[in-house]
């Protein structure tokens, strides 16, 4: 059973920053995908950041670009968001997820494996 623990939210003023982590366990196949995903109050669950864990390449929202920066260390089996420049609307659960499922997003299919979330608000 894939088992996805992020850690790292928080609150922080507008132009503050903050590091999310995921470690992943519990694989039986091989995934090539982790990404981070997000949900406002009201608002629909959208992607924020996917990494192909093969060739690292890696894919963000157009929001987030120049502020987010995802990372793995697959020693750790974690993945990483380095979020700077956090604006007020930022601010959302932020769920980690692994590969599979029937969505696709960026060339990785996502929707059958998150985390518990971690909540980051930013204040203005």
């Known amino acids: 059973q894939v088992q996805l623990v992020e850690s790292g939210g928080g609150s922080v003023q507008a132009g503050g920053s903050l590091r999310l982590s995921c470690a992943a366990s519990g694989y039986t196949y091989s995934s090539n995908c982790r990404g981070w995903f997000r949900q406002a109050p009201g608002k629909e669950r959208e992607a924020v950041a996917v990494?192909?864990?093969?060739?690292?390449?890696?894919y963000y929202t157009t929001s987030v670009k120049g502020r987010f920066t995802i990372s793995q260390d697959n020693a750790k089996n974690t993945v990483y968001l380095q979020m700077n420049s956090l604006k007020p609307e930022d601010t959302a659960m932020y769920y980690c997820a692994a590969e599979g499922g029937s969505v696709w997003y960026w060339g990785c299919l996502f929707g059958f494996y998150w985390g518990q979330g971690t909540q980051v608000t930013v204040s203005s």
């Open positions: 990494i192909h864990t093969d060739d690292r390449r890696t």
